[in-house]
């Protein structure tokens, strides 16, 4: 019985002790952030205070660029001056940010590059009557498509709907709400 006793004290105390341990997590919202829910691999990209946001707004046939000042539960302020409700986005531009992605700005800019030069010297070289001048051209051609083919993996638009939206994460002291692995 004394046994029984003893282990049932210890029990008790190490629940209040270990309570307190995971205590240290403060319930008061600090900031936002937002997050573009969306299916596929990556589920959940992230903007934050301070970060640039290109986006277009319902009704609206132009991409506007602002930095966001401020996030709140349901709204998010651009420039310090306009607060936007989440619910009047119709389109979230997003920068890809990769190894994969940066190789794809280089190839882009490279063979765009190239393939305006080529195309130029090409051009000059016909006029001139230069052999392979036509040949110049039809690569430079190639170059820029080439190019321009790199470039659909640099960046995305994402038209919000049902399957894509933009919520509103809290973020709080101590605990990360967006984390897929266990603590």
């Known amino acids: 019985m004394k046994f029984k ?22 319930l008061n919202s600090k900031d936002y952030y937002l997050t573009l829910n969306k299916p596929g691999r990556k589920k959940r990209i992230r903007f934050y205070i ?10 609206e046939n132009f991409r506007r660029t602002a930095t966001i000042t401020a996030i709140d539960s349901n709204s998010i302020t651009i420039n310090g001056v306009a607060k936007i409700p989440l619910e009047d986005f119709k389109m979230i531009h997003v920068e890809k940010d990769s190894y994969f992605a940066g190789l794809s700005r280089a190839a882009h800019a490279s063979g765009t590059g190239a393939g305006i030069v080529f195309g130029v010297l ?7 009557n230069v052999e392979k001048g036509e ?6 051609g ?29 973020q709080w002291q101590g605990l990360d709400l967006e984390k897929t692995s266990s603590y």
């Open 5 to 26: 006793l003893l282990f049932l004290s210890l029990c008790i105390t190490f629940f209040f002790l270990g309570n307190e341990v995971f205590s240290q997590v403060s």
């Open 142 to 170: 190639v170059l820029f498509v080439v190019g321009q083919f790199f470039s659909l993996f640099t960046s995305r638009n994402y038209r919000l709907n049902s399957y894509r939206y933009l919520r509103t994460v809290p």
């Open 122 to 128: 090409g051009g000059v070289a016909t006029l001139l």
């Open 50 to 59: 301070g970060e640039e946001l290109k986006f277009k707004l319902k009704d």
């Open 135 to 140: 040949t110049m051209i039809y690569g430079g």
